[in-house]
């Protein structure tokens, strides 16, 4: 498969939540994949993708700052 390459920004040094979900009918469980990645000190994250792990589709990408190693907010 190839390499998916999912980035933003965020707070910085922040823990990232990153959530795909197969945008199907049929999409069960199995279908939607959970990554992590940390911010940088100006907030830029990325996270890299294998596509043999996901089914063939459209996918809904969603990411969310959990917390910030600086200052414990969530």
Sequence with gaps: ???MQ???ESIPNATIEIVTSLQ???ASANDTHQYFAT???TGLWQVDV???QLARGSYAIHA???RSKLSGHQ
């Design 1 to 3: 498969g190839e390499i």
């Design 24 to 26: 199907s009918d049929t």
């Design 6 to 8: 999912i980035s933003g």
């Design 50 to 52: 294998d596509t043999d």
């Design 64 to 66: 969310r700052a959990l």
């Design 39 to 41: 911010s940088t000190a």
